[in-house]
C-alpha cells in the first residue's frame, strides 16, 4: 500500500492539444455548457483525446483490474525520457469533471470531456518525470456491466466510491512502474477537489499541486448558488491531514467559473504555518492553463 515519501517541490506538443482542444463544451458545474456549437458525441469526444495523447507521447495503460460493478478509470503514460533511471519521479494528472451535464437542468449520460483540459496540463508537464493521465471514473467509455451511473459525475463526484476507484488506479500504477523516487498529485478544477481527497488518505505523496480548484465545496456550491454535492466529499474536512503536506494551488484572476475564494478559503483554513502556496494567476481564465503551464511550472519551481 502507499507509503511516506513527503519532501519538496522542487511547447511545441501542446499546440496541437489546444487546437483539438477548441471543440470544447464544459458542462455546467466547473464548465459551461453555452449550447452554441454542437457536443461532438462519446466516441468523438474519446478520439479527440486519443489524439492529443499520441502527439504527445502518452500511450494508453490498460487496467488490468476491472471487475465488474466497478467503477473503470482510464488512463494514459508518457515514460520518463530516460527508462534506465529506475524508479523516477511520477507526476499524475487528474481530469476535472468533463462534461456532467448536458445543459442546467439535463444530466449527460456519458462524463468524457469535450476538451480534456487535464490531458492538456499533463501533455504541457516539461519535467523528466513519468506522466500519467487518469480520467475521472467513467469517461472515456464503460462497459455495460460497470457501476456506472449519473450520480458518479454529479453529486457524488467526490464521494468514496470515485475516491476508491481513483486510489486503487492510482495503486495499480505504482504497482505496474515500482514506487516512485516522487509522487504528485495535480488536479484541474474538481480533478483538484479529487486530487486533495486523495492526498489526504494516503501516505506517499510528496506533493500536491491543483489548478482552478474549488477546494471549499461547500462555499462554491453557495456562491455558485447551485445545489450542494450531498453525496460528496470536501477538502475542507480533511485541513489536519493536509496541514503538513506541501502543496501549490494555482487559481485565475478572470475565473469565472472557480472564483479565487473558493480555493483560498482553502488555503486560509490551512493556517499560516502550512506548507501551502496560493498564486493567483494574472489574465487567466477557467480553460486557458494548458498554454501557459510548462512556464508557470518552471517560474514556481514546482518539481525541483
Excluded at 481530469?95 to 445543459?103: F, H, T
Excluded at 462497459?143 to 467526490?158: E, L, M, N, V
Excluded at 523516487?181 to 479529487?194: E, K, N, R
Excluded at 501549490?248 to 504555518?273: Q, Y
Amino acid at each position: 500500500m502507499a507509503r511516506d515519501r513527503r519532501g519538496g517541490f522542487g511547447g511545441a506538443r501542446i499546440e496541437f492539444a489546444m487546437l483539438v482542444g477548441l471543440l470544447c463544451l464544459v458542462a455546467y458545474t466547473f464548465g459551461c455548457a453555452s449550447g452554441k456549437m454542437p457536443i461532438p458525441d462519446p466516441q468523438q469526444r474519446l478520439r479527440n483525446a486519443e489524439e492529443i495523447a499520441a502527439n504527445s507521447g502518452f500511450a494508453r495503460l490498460d487496467s488490468e483490474a476491472f471487475v465488474a460493478n466497478m467503477l473503470p478509470v482510464a488512463a494514459w503514460i508518457r515514460h520518463a525520457p530516460n527508462r534506465s533511471v529506475e524508479n523516477a519521479a511520477l507526476h499524475i494528472y487528474i481530469e476535472g469533471d468533463g462534461l456532467a451535464w448536458r445543459s442546467r437542468r439535463r444530466v449527460s449520460p456519458d462524463p468524457t470531456p469535450a476538451r480534456p483540459i487535464g490531458l492538456e496540463l499533463a501533455a504541457a508537464d516539461p519535467s523528466s518525470a513519468t506522466i500519467v493521465y487518469l480520467g475521472r471514473p467513467c469517461q472515456y467509455g464503460f462497459p455495460k456491466q460497470s457501476a456506472c451511473r449519473p450520480i458518479f459525475w454529479t453529486a457524488a463526484r467526490h464521494g468514496e466510491a470515485v475516491l476508491d476507484a481513483m486510489n486503487r488506479r492510482i495503486d495499480e500504477v505504482i504497482a505496474k512502474l515500482g514506487d516512485p523516487t516522487s509522487l504528485f498529485l495535480i488536479g484541474y478544477s474538481g480533478g483538484g477537489v479529487v486530487a486533495a481527497l486523495l492526498a489526504a488518505r494516503r501516505d506517499d505523496v510528496r506533493g500536491l499541486i491543483t489548478i482552478a480548484a474549488p477546494l471549499d465545496v461547500g462555499g462554491w456550491t453557495r456562491s455558485a448558488h447551485v445545489s450542494p454535492l450531498a453525496a460528496s466529499l470536501s477538502p475542507m474536512d480533511s485541513i489536519e491531514a493536509l496541514r503538513s503536506l506541501r502543496q501549490h494551488h494555482f487559481v485565475g484572476r478572470n475565473d469565472s467559473r472557480v472564483p479565487i475564494a473558493a480555493t483560498e478559503a482553502f488555503h486560509r483554513a490551512l493556517g499560516p504555518e502550512a506548507n501551502s502556496r496560493l498564486t493567483i494567476v494574472e489574465d487567466m481564465d477557467h480553460r486557458s492553463w494548458p498554454g501557459k503551464w510548462a512556464t508557470l511550472t518552471r517560474a514556481n519551481e514546482l518539481f525541483e
